[in-house]
């Protein structure tokens, strides 16, 4: 009897996330699916039938009369990945060397500055992408001290360019690399690092052999974290990006917004969701290997 | 160990680090203060006007010719501004009741499904809040189901259950299993032991995946921008709004307030979290 | 008939690498109304899995406990009329002193103005009149040993479950509270379980001592029978130091055997049940040894200081392993590499039934 009644207690408790996510996260991703093998509607909406062209628009297949095969598509894919990758490198490069230097501070300046990191997460993203606006515009904050001080007598072109779009998303993430890498910095066993160098080893050597194995998950996790919103992106891109910095956020956004392709901008995500999947799995496979590595 | 030039450089180093972080929100704030409407970037002086416009008053706002636009951009911004509170506080308190239920049948119980549900609950959070966002949106259109408040409540409630879950499960994961024990060996049951001692032991870590639900849904972009349909904005969307047609100077006074606030919120935040360590 | 009687109680764990593990195989125990039993073994013997199976946070694959005379086994754990002192003290640091105390009143809805009267009344037995309205974190760990058996204690259990209580202290504060328990036990008439690993504490407090190895009971005794006469050679290494002699009886002469072991070393044994000719495992105790001008011929290796008393490690001339011993601390006390003779009253050893 009791097992019944403790039975009874978990459904009651595993109900609502099953129902919620199961109808409104696993549906609609089922539907995404449905409908990037579908035929775009001529007024938008979809046709019941099976339409593989979707992807070959992306991929490098087309029936050539309707739907050609444009190499753009694959284009703003990779150029998609290589700023998700950038943003990635950047942060990581901007962030290891301070969560270090958090991490020996005296206990009370340790969490003012952590503090200081997480609280942009605290206030919202399109004012923190707007202040960029302010700064990169040709007669922004930026060009007019740099012209005030004569170090350049026409304004720099920076807004809507790539550079932009990656400064911008570098400035958004940032919090989001902090975080693990500190908390690998941290967990860092100092008697490691004075024993390596104990042993005689440089401090550059300390560094490659010792500390860096050590974060090594912190830095992955970090990663990840940063990597996934980056490439679906579209907010930054679009507030700070021209023609040359469009993701395939903004391709997505269009077909649903103003072209009205479903199934084109379906199959787009597809391929956006895919790739975060692939990008997901294998680095928690990465990091299972080094946990069993570790045991 | 430490070598004093290589501690200075790295000092160096973080100091401008975090001056790249707060340079371009001290930006915001010194340029809501500058009466010059033209370019906002010189420095003409110092106004009140771009605050007092947001609520409609102020001279500029007197301006006959002026006054249409920035009342009616002052009713739509407090219009979003309710939509948002409605929003984020209606979806915080279902994804939170989600959440924490999840949290604490993955932590007591023992059943087949548990790896598949951990897992499952990570997904919302990784997925990009774009293919989320359209997803919910074909969703909506297919079933029937008219946009509107309600379906921006359902899209934030699917990743905000996650970042709940999170945050109470690691809670729980940090409380001695012999609490319950104790309480039912003193002759408290099952109901008994949940009200007396579990929520009130999870407290803190309810209230803090409740704070960071509705950050997160209060600042939320994408999803909300897909399934808000065009009766409802939510502040973020009217801003996104007006930054996409144009820079104008009220911006810079909302943007100040809400950086205000988020201050406040976290140290909020910060707060309960020092409470909790006692 | 007993308070608590346990039948045949099985319980089996698998282990992460798949095996079965039997923490309880088959225990029998029998515990009486006002007995202080401890459970006594090695970690992973099973002890905590049996006051967890009494408590009811452990359910028994098979086998029956019955509290007077009525099976509880399949009762859940806030049914039973038994109440658990825990090891981390499980203290619920969102209420206070008084609350955690009047907690099972509580829930069993009693009335404010009586809950609140006997919170005072078991605060005051356990020596914390006045700390009330205090938070379990602003009391020290003595502080918080006392809190937990107050509130445990409230509810009047027929039978206190102990699990470990004393771990955390520190060596002075444990052996007061060792004290203490025993009185509170005698004041309040009921029987306390009580698990440790701690020999010591189990011979300091119990009525009788219950040594577990391996999920079976290897012994139940008062701490005499279990340190004079254990019955096996675990239970013999288990509690206290020992020195162990496995030696061959040579002869019978009236109460007394006559035995030698391969090294050659003789000794005088109670006769008991020893045959001519046949093979048993003898215990010694250090104390038994004392110094003295004839005996076993040997040489001290080693002397440990240990306060009023000298540890001395002695290797018997004739060969064979050291024998540990005790001696009084003092000016004529033997150095290492001292020759000496060691004797003892040949009623000392005891002879094992078991190997």
């Not at chain 1, 170090?151 to 975080?179: D, H, K, N």
């Not at chain 2, 934030?156 to 319950?180: K, M, N, W």
């Not at chain 2, 409802?232 to 969307?237: C, E, W, Y």
């Amino acid at each position: 009897m009791a097992v019944r009644r403790q039975t009874l207690v978990l459904l009651v408790l595993l109900a609502p996330v099953t129902l919620f996510l199961g109808v409104f996260f696993l549906l609609p991703l089922v539907i995404i699916a449905l409908f990037s093998l579908l035929a775009p509607g001529l007024y938008g909406g979809v046709e019941w039938t099976f339409y593989h062209w979707n992807y070959g628009r992306i991929f490098g297949w087309a029936d050539g009369l309707i739907e050609i095969y444009e190499p753009i598509y694959l284009q703003i894919l990779g150029r998609s990945l290589g700023f998700a990758a950038m943003t990635v490198v950047l942060c990581l490069i901007l962030c290891y060397p301070v969560a270090f230097w958090v991490s020996r501070l005296p206990s009370r300046w340790r969490l003012f500055f952590i503090f200081l990191i997480t609280l942009p997460f605290f206030s919202s993203l399109i004012v923190r992408l707007y202040a960029w606006l302010l700064i990169l515009k040709p007669s922004g904050l930026l060009n007019s001290v740099l012209m005030g001080m004569d170090l350049i007598s026409q304004p720099l072109e920076i807004l809507y360019t790539p550079a932009a779009v990656v400064l911008g998303m570098v400035y958004v993430m940032v919090p989001f690399m902090f975080l693990p890498l500190y908390s690998a910095v941290d967990n860092l066993d100092r008697a490691l690092i004075e024993a390596s160098m104990d042993l005689g080893a440089t401090r550059v050597q300390t560094f490659l052999k010792v500390i860096l194995p050590q974060t090594l998950p912190g830095i992955l996790g970090g990663s990840v974290i940063v990597f996934i919103p980056s490439v679906g992106n579209f907010i930054v891109p679009d507030v700070l990006g021209g023609a040359k910095g469009l993701m395939i956020g903004n391709l997505v956004e269009q077909q649903f917004l103003s072209a009205r392709n479903w199934p084109f901008g379906s199959a787009l995500s597809m391929v956006v969701m895919t790739l975060v999947l692939v990008v997901l799995l294998t680095s928690m496979a990465a990091a299972r290997r080094k946990g069993s590595q570790n045991a | 160990m430490r070598n004093p030039l290589g501690w200075a450089a790295l000092t160096l180093f973080s100091l401008v680090f975090f001056l790249f972080i707060y340079a371009p929100l001290l930006v915001i704030i010194g340029y809501s203060f500058n009466s010059n409407p033209v370019n906002m970037m010189q420095w003409e002086h110092f106004t009140f006007d771009w605050y007092r416009g947001l609520l409609g008053l102020g001279e500029r706002a007197a301006d006959p010719n002026n006054r249409a636009v920035y009342v009616e951009s002052t009713e739509k911004m407090l219009a979003a501004l309710r939509t948002s509170l409605m929003v984020a506080g209606l979806s915080t308190t279902i994804s939170t009741v989600i959440g924490t239920a999840t949290a604490i049948a993955l932590a007591r119980y023992r059943f087949r499904a548990k790896g598949f549900y951990n897992g499952f609950l990570m997904l919302p959070m990784m997925m990009p809040d774009i293919v989320l966002g359209i997803g919910l949106l074909i969703f909506f259109v297919t079933v029937g189901i008219h946009l509107s408040m309600l379906t921006i409540i359902i899209g934030h409630c699917t990743f905000l259950s996650s970042y709940v879950f999170i945050i109470v499960q690691a809670r729980i994961a940090g409380l001695d299993p012999a609490l319950e024990e104790a309480s039912a060996d003193l002759g408290a049951s099952e109901w008994v032991t949940l009200r007396k001692v579990l929520l009130p032991q999870l407290a803190p870590g309810i209230l803090g995946g409740a704070l960071l639900a509705f950050v997160i849904s209060m600042d939320d972009l994408v999803i909300t921008y897909f399934v808000a349909g065009t009766d409802n904005t939510t502040l973020p969307v009217f801003i996104f709004g007006m930054v996409r047609r144009g820079v104008k100077p009220e911006i810079n006074a909302i943007a100040t307030l809400m950086i205000l606030t988020s201050v406040l919120i976290a140290a909020l935040g910060l707060w309960l979290r020092s409470r909790k360590a006692d | 008939m007993a308070l608590l009687e346990i039948r045949n109680a099985r319980r089996e764990f698998v282990t992460p690498e798949g095996t079965r593990l039997a923490a309880l195989d088959g225990i029998d125990l029998d515990i009486g109304a006002n007995e202080f039993v401890t459970l006594l073994g090695p970690s992973g013997c099973g002890k905590t899995t049996l006051l967890r199976a009494i408590a009811g946070f452990e359910t028994l694959d098979s086998g029956t406990l019955a509290l007077d005379g009525n099976d509880i086994s399949t009762q859940p754990p806030h049914r039973r009329p038994v109440n658990t002192v825990f090891q981390s003290y499980a203290l619920f640091s969102h209420m206070t002193v008084a609350r955690n105390v009047g907690y099972a009143l509580e829930v069993r809805s009693v009335e404010r103005q009586v809950r609140e009267h006997a919170v005072a009344e078991v605060l005051e037995k356990v020596g914390l009149s006045g700390m009330g309205t205090r938070r379990p974190n602003q009391l020290s760990g003595g502080q918080r040993q006392r809190v937990a058996l107050a509130r445990a204690i409230i509810g009047k259990p027929r039978l206190l479950l102990l699990d470990e209580p004393l771990s955390a202290l520190d060596r002075n504060l444990r052996q007061q509270m060792q004290l203490e328990l025993k009185t509170l036990q005698n004041t309040l008439g009921i029987a306390f379980v009580f698990v440790t690993h701690d020999q010591e504490e189990a011979l300091t407090m119990s009525d009788r001592i219950v040594v577990m190895r391996a999920g079976k009971i290897e012994q139940i005794g008062s701490p005499r029978q279990i340190y004079r006469h254990p019955k096996s050679r675990f239970v013999a290494e288990f509690i206290g130091e020992t020195n162990l002699f496995t030696v061959t009886i040579d002869r019978i002469d009236g109460s007394h055997a006559l035995a030698h072991t391969a090294d050659g070393l003789e000794l005088i044994l109670p006769a008991g049940n020893c045959k001519p000719g046949g093979n048993v495992q003898v215990v010694l105790r250090p104390a038994d040894f004392s110094i003295s001008d004839q005996g076993i011929a040997a040489t001290v290796t080693k002397a440990v200081y240990l306060g009023s008393d000298l540890h001395l490690f002695v290797q018997p001339t004739v060969g064979g392993p050291e024998i540990s011993i005790t001696a009084r601390d003092s000016a004529q006390a033997p150095q290492p590499g001292s020759k000496v003779h060691l004797a003892y009253d040949p009623a000392a050893p005891h002879v094992l039934e078991t190997a």
